[in-house]
């Protein structure tokens, strides 16, 4: 069964880059039929897409943060990774990896909060 | 892009149905069948109930249905139970290829 689990930071002050890496175990990350997502929740928010990264390190940004994100993808480590620079309060989160299968996500990682203040 | 438009909240009471709607634009949801529901219960993380606007995942109670109707999709709970207490958000495709959440629903079990 796949396993998401993210890793990172849980705390980091104003005008820093976050950095979080999400491990995929039980079935290969490499192949056509998925991507592979971060997805944000602020604390008693909604849900918020930042964008999704193929096997081949093709990735597709939310344009509202598309100026500050980079996604890279690791297959040797069944790793993808997300990098948000000039993080502020606003970008306090939980933040999750999962895997996108056409327009949906399953699984979701358990989720890491990152908090942003100085 | 905007959000979906869901209502912040809705009732009722065991053993009763209840609808979630999520309301998105020509751009989203009214051009494409990429909806799709997620169940957020207390503390946990979000859980696929329903894709591609009908479809349930395996492991899904048949309990709970999805329909859409021009540039609104439905999320619907029958035989409602105490375990069904959660919030749920909705999900599609845009135009732009990006992928779009709504606000969340909070149901309450009465």
């Known amino acids: 069964q796949l396993h998401l689990q993210e890793s990172g930071p849980g705390l980091l002050k104003p005008s820093e880059t976050l950095s979080l890496t999400c491990s995929v175990s039980?079935?290969?990350?490499?192949?056509?039929?998925?991507?592979w997502s971060w997805i944000r929740q602020p604390p008693g928010r909604g849900l918020e897409w930042i964008g999704n990264?193929?096997?081949?390190?093709?990735?597709f940004y939310n344009p509202s943060l598309k100026s500050r994100i980079t996604m890279s993808v690791d297959t040797m480590k069944s790793q993808f990774s997300l990098r948000l620079s000039s993080v502020t309060a606003a970008d306090t989160a939980v933040y999750y990896c999962?895997?996108?299968?056409?327009?949906?996500?399953?699984?979701w990682g358990q989720g890491t909060l990152v908090a942003v203040s100085s | 892009q905007s959000a979906l438009t869901q209502p912040a909240s809705v009732s009722g009471s065991p053993g009763q149905s209840v609808t979630i709607s999520c309301t998105g634009t020509?751009?989203?949801?009214?051009?494409?069948?990429?909806v799709s529901w997620y169940q957020q219960l207390p503390g946990k993380v979000p859980k696929l109930v329903i894709f591609?606007?009908?479809n349930r995942p395996s492991g899904i109670s048949n309990r709970f249905s999805g329909s859409k109707s021009g540039t609104t999709a439905s999320l619907t709970i029958s035989g409602l139970q105490g375990e069904d207490e959660a919030d749920y958000f909705c999900?599609?495709?845009?135009?732009?290829?990006?992928?779009?959440f709504g606000g969340g629903t909070k149901l309450t079990v009465l």
């Open positions: 999962a895997r996108q299968n056409s327009a949906w996500f399953d699984p």
């Open positions: 039980g079935d290969s990350i490499s192949g056509p039929t998925y991507s």
């Open positions: 990264i193929s096997d081949t390190g093709s990735p």
């Open positions: 020509s751009g989203d949801i009214g051009t494409y069948n990429f």
């Open positions: 591609d606007v009908t």
């Open positions: 999900s599609s495709y845009t135009r732009g290829g990006t992928l779009v």
